[in-house]
């Protein structure tokens, strides 16, 4: 008998307790971020080939969030997709400071396409490869554009093979 108002009296106290709990929790990261003015945006090239120069203002320029505006996560989203369309990898980091808004970010540019060296193929010519593939040497690199040359334009790479075998592009095993 003992045990069950032990229980009784100890499952009541975690029941009032628990809707005061949300009342003292920290506001969410979010609510943190969104509206205190943007006072500095900064930006950092991380993989600049030697020789190469950059320059801030071309990312900056892209951004609808200024300097000086109140922060808006939802600006900000929109800013980094526009971001990645153009660049390879970009890292955002946000820190609020005296009720500012402090961004920094870190971009990589996307690689080169220096060469293309075809092993393996037996069956099929190197010239018929280099043009169903339709990616040069010397191009910007494109993560989402190299799958689909590679796959060309289906998630089955075999299909591609059997594509060429049709077309008479390849001889039979």
Same mark, same amino acid.
């Given at each position: 008998?003992n045990?069950?108002?032990?229980?009784?009296?100890?499952?009541?106290?975690?029941?009032?307790?628990?809707?005061c709990?949300?009342?003292?929790?920290e506001?969410?990261?979010?609510?943190?971020?969104e509206?205190p003015?943007?006072a500095?945006?900064? @930006?950092?090239?991380?993989? $600049?080939?030697?020789?190469a120069?950059?320059? %801030?203002?071309? +990312?900056?320029?892209?951004? &609808?969030?200024?300097v000086?505006?109140?922060?808006?996560?939802l600006?900000?989203?929109?800013?980094?997709?526009?971001?990645?369309?153009?660049?390879?990898?970009?890292?955002?980091?946000?820190?609020?400071?005296n009720?500012?808004?402090?961004?920094?970010?870190?971009?990589?540019?996307?690689?080169?396409?220096?060469?293309?060296?075809?092993q393996?193929?037996?069956? @099929?010519?190197?010239?018929? $490869?280099?043009?169903?593939?339709?990616?040069? %040497?010397?191009? +910007?690199?494109?993560?989402? &554009?190299?799958?689909?040359?590679?796959?060309?334009?289906s998630?089955d790479?075999?299909?591609?093979?059997?594509?060429?075998?049709?077309?008479?592009?390849?001889?039979?095993?």
């Amino acid at each position: 008998m003992n045990k069950t108002k032990l229980l009784l009296c100890l499952s009541a106290l975690v029941l009032m307790n628990a809707p005061c709990s949300n009342v003292f929790a920290e506001p969410a990261a979010s609510e943190v971020y969104e509206h205190p003015p943007v006072a500095k945006i900064q @930006v950092h090239i991380e993989n $600049l080939p030697p020789g190469a120069t950059f320059d %801030p203002k071309s +990312v900056l320029s892209k951004l &609808s969030t200024q300097v000086g505006d109140p922060f808006s996560q939802l600006t900000f989203d929109s800013d980094l997709k526009t971001l990645a369309d153009e660049y390879d990898r970009i890292e955002p980091s946000i820190e609020v400071v005296n009720g500012e808004v402090y961004i920094t970010l870190k971009v990589w540019v996307r690689p080169i396409i220096r060469s293309i060296k075809w092993q393996g193929n037996r069956h @099929v010519k190197t010239k018929a $490869l280099q043009k169903e593939l339709a990616i040069k %040497p010397h191009a +910007v690199f494109n993560r989402v &554009s190299f799958n689909k040359a590679c796959y060309f334009g289906s998630k089955d790479p075999g299909s591609r093979y059997r594509n060429l075998r049709k077309r008479g592009k390849i001889g039979s095993d």
